[in-house]
């Protein structure tokens, strides 16, 4: 899931571990994120949503996270 407050969250601790040990490698994170996830948390937070640089997504995101990605300079990506 991915909430404003909480960040980007997991409920596979695995996949949690997985996520952070890319990121933390990466020059450019990428944030693939299908409009379902947008304001749903899971139990396990995998990092905050600062410091990305792109969002690729299915869908036209809410207008909060439209300008949210806008305001941290995000580039947003989406099939529409």
Known sequence: GVDLDKGITES???EAEIKNVMR???KTTIL???NSKF???SFIK???????DVLVTDRLVPDK???YFEDKGVQIITDN
């Open 12 to 14: 596979n601790e695995d």
């Open 46 to 52: 995998v990092h905050d949503l600062k410091k990305n």
């Open 24 to 26: 933390s490698c990466a």
């Open 65 to 67: 996270w439209m300008q």
């Open 39 to 41: 304001d749903n948390v």
């Open 32 to 34: 693939a994120i299908d």
